[in-house]
């Protein structure tokens, strides 16, 4: 194997190594079990489905919650990477060791990124299991009937591949802010203004807030806009603008980071 | 060959200068002493030393090659200890040492080898976060011995312990020197303690080396080392 896909499977692993005994990493890939149990036994114990495809219903059914979950998840999971090394200073352990700098930083965002992906993955499965499992223990809903395993396979590539903006402006506050509190507020406070944002739009365009799209932290949410309606996978503008200006952002911070001196 | 030396070295915040022309020559197989009161300029000597500040004038030489054009190359061959708890106080002993390992592609018989080393082997598995100031700085030279570097840096290693620790670890690093063949480099300012272990010696005050060469011939200006250290710095 080359030599630097060596150094970043092995900046991966240690990466895993310092958070495997985290309450966190636990928290967040328990997080879509929690939600998709939920919304099971809603639907099992009491709901009457009225639709033409119940797997479709099931899955935005689930997607709604979810889609706020992860973003506090995202903002907890990226702040972390960078704050487990401010609190016990240990930047400057891992700045003197014989390992190229790139490797350490981008094995963390790669590490952070890939549990995150996990964590779609994980709720992708749980929607189709407990979807399953309602066909056989409710067959009146109609899920034996219809199925929709790919189309709620790809907005979980399109959701994940979009909020790359939001993965990589967090680890930049993070790397730069200490304290996880402020960099979680920070992280809030940039949810909370694309939600804002958000409701100044509508489905199929933008009648109030004019730049209202152009907020990093609505790109995923937009990529996700038209989930449901049917021409979802047409929607492709968004995820090129969450996953482009992520891997610049996160270019930039790069080369802002590599000289920068560690007191 | 010198393990370490710089030429021309200065570095400053600002408009204070905090090192002047510092021309530092550590020989290959010493323990060096690195003198001075708290301020001198010994830490941030230290960090010029391993890149973690770049020099605003002058360069740094270890083993001959300039660091900041062989910087992976070179730390290869340096072994750190720079502050207090630079651990992950949630992993064991073990645990911290295989994430070093782990990055820099060490098996994981060295971990035990190193543990056993440092006096850590039965404690290996304990939370450090539990551990005594004694203990964790015996886990820090673990850590900096962990791809046995030919060069040790120590930025005050007996800050803090208390005196059983003070001797173990002096033992420690008269083993590291004699058995291991280590050149190391030790800033402190407990005379009495580098007394009893350094070779060779230099004293920095105000930014600037007042004396550098063996501890012998600093003895020589003033009787023993703490008069040479006052006389030079007061």
């Known amino acids: 194997m080359h030599t630097y896909l060596i150094l970043f499977r092995n900046g991966f692993i240690s990466e895993f190594l310092k958070h495997r005994n985290t309450f966190l990493l636990w928290f967040v890939l328990l997080v879509p079990l929690v939600i998709t149990t939920v919304t099971f036994l809603t639907v099992w114990a009491d709901h009457a489905l009225d639709v033409i495809n119940p797997w479709r219903w099931y899955v935005v059914f689930n997607y709604k919650p979810y889609f706020h979950i992860f973003v506090f998840l995202q903002i907890l999971l990226i702040c972390h990477v960078n704050y487990i090394e401010h609190r016990n200073n240990t930047w400057k352990n891992l700045r003197v060791l014989s390992v190229p700098f790139e490797v350490v930083f981008f094995s963390k965002i790669v590490f952070a990124y890939f549990i995150l992906i996990i964590n779609v993955l994980e709720f992708y499965s749980f929607i189709m299991l407990s979807g399953y499992v309602l066909s056989k223990l409710r067959p009146e809903l109609g899920f034996q009937d219809t199925n929709y395993w790919i189309e709620a396979f790809i907005p979980s590539c399109k959701f994940i591949a979009a909020s790359a903006s939001i993965t990589s402006i967090l680890y930049c506050v993070s790397y730069y802010v200490k304290s996880i509190l402020v960099a979680i507020i920070i992280g809030l406070l940039g949810y909370v203004s694309a939600f804002v944002l958000f409701l100044y739009t509508n489905r199929s365009g933008y009648t109030g807030f004019p730049y209202a799209q152009w907020h990093p932290f609505n790109f995923s949410a937009l990529a996700f806009d038209s989930f449901g309606t049917g021409n979802h996978l047409l929607n492709m503008e968004y995820v090129y603008y969450g996953f482009i200006g992520g891997v610049l952002l996160l270019c930039m911070h790069y080369l802002l980071t590599r000289y920068k001196s560690v007191i | ?234």
């Open chain 2, 1 to 234: 060959m010198n393990a370490i030396e710089t030429k021309n070295l200065s570095f400053g915040y600002k408009k204070e200068n905090i090192l002047r022309t510092l021309n530092l020559k550590i020989p290959e197989n010493s323990i060096f002493g690195f003198l001075g009161i708290n301020g001198a300029g010994k830490s941030t000597t230290i960090r010029l030393l391993l890149g973690l500040l770049s020099a605003q004038k002058g360069s740094v030489f270890l083993f001959g090659k300039e660091l900041s054009k062989n910087k992976p190359e070179l730390l290869h061959k340096v072994g750190a200890l720079i502050d207090h708890s630079t651990f992950y106080p949630h992993l064991s002993a073990h645990n911290n040492l295989k994430v070093l390992a782990v990055l820099l592609g060490i098996s994981n018989s060295r971990i035990e080898q190193i543990l056993e080393l440092v006096g850590l082997s039965t404690e290996g598995d304990k939370r450090v976060g539990n551990y005594s100031v004694g203990m964790k700085q015996r886990l820090g030279l673990a850590m900096a011995l962990i791809n046995d570097p030919p060069l040790l840096i120590l930025d005050e290693p007996a800050n803090g312990l208390d005196p059983l620790g003070i001797i173990e670890l002096r033992n420690l690093l008269i083993t590291l020197h004699k058995d291991h063949g280590k050149t190391i480099f030790l800033s402190s300012h407990l005379l009495d303690e580098l007394d009893k272990i350094i070779t060779n010696v230099a004293v920095i005050h105000k930014g600037e080396i007042q004396f550098q060469g063996t501890k012998e011939k600093l003895i020589e200006q003033s009787g023993n080392l703490e008069k040479s250290f006052l006389a030079l710095t007061t």
